[in-house]
């Protein structure tokens, strides 16, 4: 498979409805496209992601952080079992062609980073924003919403 | 998915023709069980391994230990990239039910070290032999054949 | 020894002279008050902070991305080599009572995000920013200077 | 510092009595010589090399595989908290110049097998013994004694 097709999902493992709802239907869109689901496997935006993505069709892989499969969420189709707690997250944005951020915990940000650290695009939804000595950073792209954000996730390139 | 479907195969990344003629019908049997295979991704044990699960339509997934998925094995369909290096190696039977090991690397030496380690059940074809103070420990369960590995993987309960 | 006495310096491994200047007297200023300095164990804002800490006769501790130690700056005592690439950033900010960020690299960024999600207090000199939602996030503790990041690093419950 | 000075003890959080007196004289023994001392952090082995080690005056190192520094024993003078649970085991290897193994948990061979992967010495004292297709594998260096084990860990060229 090329890695192009292979898109991270990352988000808090819990989260606001709203985030949920933009999760379950960037999973949807991505599975509609054919693209695989890679996250971290956890609740909140990973399980509404892999939620759309399974009722769509689409294959999830879940990349856990604890010693076993059982914290998956229940639409994790291939939970890949780490035991390396955080450290899994820059795994899980490794794997990917690009990586969609929505909502903004701490962990999300950690893996914005090593995305941006390894050249991955990040595609954000309401998400964290960075500057730096009062100068705005512009590495994330900013999605209007679900579908363009999976667009823009496909075909990082097309982005201007 | 229940991770007792999910089985490792762990061997060199280069390897003798028989090792390679056992791994790839490793992986054919894996394939026609329903089984999905994960290995380290790389050449020998792991590509044979997935040449064969690939030929009988299973789905075979990478743990790759480099930063990029240019590394795997033709036949890896779900690269993941870990960018660990041999760390990966624990990831490798961690996501498992169990490991086939097949031959004999230092790397499937550790492989062998953090499954039994982690409670997950090995099967040897061909591979290392452990003793400590004169006495030999039988944690590793003996396979006659690919098949019989493939039997003891998929129920290791009933390997008495 | 308690890890409160263990601070981390992170930044990145390339930097401006001002950026040097401030890892220096960071560096400097955590020596002369007994703590242990920790980072990332190559150049940049890394090498300048071990160097100040050096010169003032401290010990510090470099854990290593790649697979020797030979990567590690001249300044580093004690090279622990991780071979586990950016993954390694965890390793840095875990091991630490609080973590001084100096500059804005994305790797920082990632260490930022994983101290945070760890409860590790993050102290700032010319770092990133952080908002969400149009809302500055104010969890990175902003320091004056070096001597003013030691202090809310070494008492992180005192910084209002 | 020159990591050939930094030497790994490798061996079970629980271990015999007779395993802690080989352990806590290695210790003794390496700091006698002015090696630094890296381990896993925990006890059994861990603990015994610490206690000897600092009891002569050495300098003691654990990367630990949990959360934070409270699992050390308190021998440990300077914890390295990864929060990778038993990934961390190839960190302990990697660091260091040689390996000395006691006793035999399936840690311990996972430790083996990372260091002779990295092509780093193994130096065993009541350790694993390995075998492949009824031929015995001999890289794993026997030690007489814990003074001989320092010997060879210290200059692994002279072994013959």
């Known amino acids: 498979m090329n ?3 292979l898109i991270a999902v990352i988000g808090g493992g819990q989260c606001s409805e709203e985030e949920a709802r933009l999760a379950e239907e960037v999973g949807r869109e991505l599975a509609r496209r054919g693209a695989v689901l890679v996250c971290g496997g956890l609740g909140g935006v990973m399980e509404a992601a892999c939620r759309g993505a399974s009722a769509a069709g689409g294959l999830t892989i ?9 914290d998956a969420n229940p639409y994790v189709q291939i939970p890949i079992v780490t035991g390396m707690g955080y450290a899994r997250n820059v795994v899980v944005v490794k794997s990917a062609g690009a990586a969609i951020a929505i909502g903004g915990s701490y962990g999300t940000l950690s893996e914005i980073g090593h995305a941006l650290q390894n050249g991955i695009p990040v595609i954000g939804l309401n998400t964290w924003a960075l500057s730096k000595n009062g100068k705005q950073d512009s590495s994330i792209i900013l999605a209007q919403d679900p579908v363009d954000a999976v667009n823009k ?3 990082p390139g097309d982005t201007g």
Chains 1, 2, 3, 4 share one sequence.
């Open 3 to 5: 890695n192009k097709r």
């Open 153 to 155: 996730a496909l075909s």
């Open 62 to 70: 879940g990349i856990l952080p604890g010693d076993g499969p059982k």
